[in-house]
């Protein structure tokens, strides 16, 4: 729990110190960005900290190209 506690206060950290700027410039974009990113990580981060089983991101790519894959290359 203090792993998850810590994690989540650097991250906040990190958004106090990155944030202010970016919108301070106008750099709304940017901003969106890197919240996005900051939240994908922190998520991914959360899961490693708390030893959360989380799949491979192959399997996506696996269900996505599989159909395509048989319809390039036919299996008889």
């Known amino acids: ?3 998850t506690i810590s994690l989540l206060a650097a991250v906040l950290l ?4 990155q944030l202010p700027p970016l919108i301070r ?3 709304f974009r940017e901003a969106a960005v890197f919240s996005v990113l900051l939240a994908l990580g922190t998520l ?3 899961a490693a900290v708390r030893l959360i089983d989380v799949p491979s991101p ?4 696996k269900i996505v ?3 395509i894959s048989r ?3 036919p299996t008889s």
């Open 71 to 73: 319809l390039f290359f």
């Open 25 to 27: 410039k106008g750099w």
């Open 58 to 61: 192959l399997i996506v790519l």
């Open 65 to 67: 190209y599989d159909p």
């Open 14 to 17: 990190a958004a106090i110190l």
């Open 1 to 3: 729990m203090i792993q």
């Open 44 to 46: 991914c981060s959360v």
